[in-house]
């Protein structure tokens, strides 16, 4: 009588192991088993459970695995990881499983060999694939939340999300603890009702203890420096604004006798030789602020001019506050008084602030890669090779989107409460920021030659972005190619195709404009977009969010909010004049909080290219897999070698420090 011997590997969280009876059938070419009740060591975090099913007659080489959880005393969760069986062959079958039960309803696993639906073509394979599509659409459901955004998972809650989505019970106190014994929590308590304008900049300086944070030190000492103001929007936060000048705007009216003295050569010949550099935020313009403590707040739209010197540092040459030229918008350059140049630069940080956190951060990562994971969750079986690939750049996204729609954007959120934009100028930067992007602004070597930033020195954010995405693509193309081998094979995946329609509607709204693809025709495509999916989701993301507490832990380098109108006059403004003008004392708290707890690494923390799940069993991605880190790794190494040479390390998209998913 043949047996086979079956190994369930449970997970080790908390709340993952249950005392129902579990049964296992196990179903081959040649037939199926009796169904087997596993033993109790199911109800023990993290410990294996052992059976033997005895077959009348040899059942061949297994497809699939169906289980059922019958309830004994009372209903109750259970998360297996894996199952193991060894046949009376000696072959090992894997059937990964990661998923959370929570009725008694029968589940379907498939073996772990990765497959498209026209490799699964039998009778049985259609219909597994089709019933834990249907379940699936019953749980990961689109919701339009406002108009003109992208759709998000139908959750009001974290804890309404799948178990499987929902962070570990140890991350979820780590997260509770870390936002009440914050660095700021004291203070926060002490003053987090206090309106009043910041006395002067040593008060400022007393909220922390900078010299903790080697990269802080260095903002808040050189925060007034032009050189360190033109570095940032290479390296900072917002990398993905500036672009070359070629032309000056009509709107920005900048003449040679302005800059005469920054630059050896005439602007056009400056622009000519590629010296020249533009970051506009017209996308500001005319954006609704709101009152904070009673007092009204502003946003400017500035227009800011940059020069490349002989000696290869970035800095402004000329500022203009406002998008249309006039008398009571003067074009601020160096050469104006200390504090008007400075008033000047601290509106652009704010501006960069709003658009960074809604567009850059928010949007161009957490959102769209929610749009991915939910259509993910949706479109592709546990067996497809996509799924395998991307669900584990997915690890806690949706429960993340769920905590900032609740506790950062809502109507009472953190960032509302902070920042110039919150409220309904939030949702007009979110829609128009959407409604502008494109394709190719998500891929970073097209982005980068499309700003005309292939050659500027010191651009670490492109060299590091670069390297990765080359690094991920011969990855993703790798995995991508073993499955599907030609064009064809892409075309007649109706998975494959429903996955990215449901993205171009529920995430792009199906503006054809944005460039994202309706449908795939070819593996080249698919490879690429795969490839963008993965890098939003984990480089991109924390290049743009790892820094938030580095770049503005410094209140005056990244204010959240402005309580001054844009000045209509020169030689006005004076000390005072800033710090009045700088988010009050409250508000100051309630940001440097937000700003820290975002850019925590947690105990759980995923270091990108690490798979602690078995989703791939097969030999070949596996040693893929195994490549793939290799190269991450001997780029860690490239650029900690590197910083060290820097004043200010550029971390952010080291391989070791980005995490796998955006998490946080």
Sequence with gaps: MPAYEVTVYHSKELFAC????????????????????????????????????????????????????????????????????????????????????????????????????????????????????????????????????????????????????????????????????????????????????????????????????????????????????????????????????????????????????????????????????????????????????????????????????????????????????????????????????????????????????????????????????????????????????????????????????????SQDGVFTEVASSGGEGMIQILRRSLSSITYSSLCIPDDIAERGMKDIPNFFYRDDGLRLWDILHSFVEGILMNYYKSDYDVERDPELQKWIGDIFEHGFLCRAKSGIPQRFTTVKELVKFATMVIFTGSVQHAAVNSGQFDFGGWMPNLPSSIRCPPPTKKNEATEATILSALPDISTTIKALDMLYLLTRKFSDFVPFGTYPEDHFTEEEPRRLIHKFQEGLKELSEVIKERNKKLDVPYKYMDPAEVENSVAI
Excluded at 154 to 177: C, G, H, V, Y
Excluded at 395 to 409: C, D, E, F, P, S
């Design 18 to 409: 249950t005392v129902n009876n579990v049964y296992i059938k196990l179903v081959g070419e040649k037939g199926e088993s009796e169904d087997t009740r596993l033993s109790n060591d199911a109800c023990f975090i993290g410990k294996e459970s052992y059976c033997t099913i005895n077959c009348h007659d040899c059942i061949g080489n297994l497809l699939l695995i169906e289980i059922q959880k019958k309830s004994f005393l009372l209903e109750d969760n259970w998360f297996p990881e894996k199952i193991k069986v060894k046949a009376p062959n000696g072959k090992t079958y894997n059937f990964p499983m990661y998923t959370c039960i929570t009725d008694r309803k029968k589940r379907y696993f498939k073996e772990g060999r990765a497959l498209t639906v026209w490799e699964d073509c039998s009778p049985l394979g259609w219909s597994s694939r089709k019933q834990e599509l249907d379940r699936r659409a019953t749980v990961y459901c689109w919701k339009e939340s406002e108009k003109g955004m992208p759709h998000h998972i139908e959750a009001n809650d974290p804890r309404n999300l799948p178990w499987e989505d929902q962070f570990i019970t140890s991350k979820t106190a780590e997260f509770m603890r870390q936002a009440f014994e914050n660095i700021l929590w004291e203070k926060y308590i002490e003053l987090r009702e206090c309106s009043d304008t910041w006395p002067d900049f040593d008060d400022i300086s007393k909220l922390i203890d900078y010299s903790k944070y080697d990269i802080l030190v260095y903002v808040k000492e050189n925060w007034r420096e032009d050189d360190f103001f033109g570095y940032q929007f290479l390296n900072g936060l917002n990398p993905i604004l500036i672009r070359r000048c070629t032309a000056l705007p009509d709107n920005f009216p900048v003449n040679e006798n302005m800059i005469s003295l920054h630059c050896k050569g005439s602007l056009a010949q400056e622009m000519k030789k590629g010296n020249i550099f533009l970051c506009d935020y017209k996308i500001l313009d005319g954006v609704e602020t709101r009152y904070i403590n009673k007092q009204k707040q502003y946003l400017m739209a500035p227009l800011v001019l940059l020069h490349k010197t002989p000696d290869d540092k970035l800095m402004p040459i000329a500022i203009q506050l406002q998008q249309k030229p006039a008398v009571d918008n003067p074009i601020f350059l160096p050469t104006d008084s200390e504090y008007d140049w400075l008033l000047a630069k601290l509106c652009v940080r704010n501006a960069d602030f709003n658009l960074f956190e809604l567009n850059t951060h928010l949007l161009r990562t957490h959102l769209l890669a929610e749009v991915f994971a939910v259509s993910l969750l949706r479109n592709l079986p546990m067996v497809h090779p996509l799924y395998k690939l991307l669900v584990p750049h997915s690890h806690y996204t949706l429960h993340i989107n769920v905590l900032a729609r609740n506790k950062l954007i």
